[in-house]
């Protein structure tokens, strides 16, 4: 069984294949170039370099944000055209959970985040337990000062993980101090072999119900961003 995994939520472009439960090829890029030229030639390279054809995929997974909006949108709409073509079902997972699956071997709590722009993330909050990850809190858009505020009052070691942590590292470091762990730069990377194993306890979704989660902020939370720029 082949199954493709697709992220391009956000700027890391990542592309996989497995074969029952063998990870056959995996790539990631994380510079600033345009996914919707860059994601079928990728696709193409990696089904290439392992010798199977579009045909012979099984199931396909892809992450469905919260990310980039257009990024999103790209590699949703392009699993969704794969799946239909080829009649197979697809997955999507969360990018959140995604990248907080890098973290297996941490005991304590997870926060995956990405920048959402004007001091703005997509964050939750997650911890295994019995060798499943779990979501503690709830996805959402916030305020990352707000949110930090949040986990200090935990007072509990939290391992923070991002592609985006040189915006907000010295921010976490000052509200969580030695509460904060931040590891080395590729624990930062989504993997999207990630997406494959976590979509293993998922149940398939039809093809045209799926679509990308945005995770807009509240209404409260944009008020008080608009009040904050003196708007009306």
């Known amino acids: 069984m082949y199954t493709l995994a697709i992220d391009t939520s956000n700027q890391v472009l990542g592309v996989a294949i497995t074969k029952g439960n063998d990870l056959i090829v995996e790539m990631i890029t994380n510079i600033k170039k345009d996914h919707s030229s860059r994601l079928m030639p990728a696709i ?3 089904m290439e370099k392992v010798d199977i054809k579009p045909d ?3 199931k396909i997974v892809v992450a469905n944000g919260p990310g980039s909006y257009t990024g999103t949108r790209i ?3 392009t699993a969704k055209t794969l799946a239909w073509a080829q009649g197979i079902p697809i997955d999507t997972v969360s990018s959140l959970k995604a990248i907080a699956y890098n973290g297996k071997q941490f005991t304590g709590y997870i926060c995956p985040f ?3 722009r004007r001091k703005t993330v997509f964050t939750s909050l997650y911890k295994w337990e019995n060798n499943e990850l779990m979501e503690v809190k709830d996805e959402c858009n916030v305020l990352m ?3 930090l505020t949040k986990l200090a009052e935990l007072n509990k070691e939290i391992l923070f993980l991002s ?3 040189e915006v907000f590292k010295e921010m976490i470091l000052a509200k969580l101090q ?3 762990i931040i590891h080395k730069d590729f624990l930062h990377l989504p993997k999207p ?3 494959i194993l976590i979509s293993e306890k998922h149940k398939n979704v039809p093809v045209h119900i799926v679509a990308p989660n945005y995770l807009r902020m509240t209404e409260a939370e944009s008020n008080l961003l608009k009040r904050q720029k003196g708007e009306k």
């Open 44 to 46: 193409v390279d990696v």
């Open 56 to 58: 012979q995929l099984d």
């Open 75 to 77: 590699g949703v709409t």
């Open 114 to 116: 990405f920048d959402a």
């Open 145 to 147: 000062e707000k949110w």
């Open 163 to 165: 592609p985006h942590m």
């Open 178 to 180: 030695h509460n904060a």
């Open 193 to 195: 072999s990630n997406l």
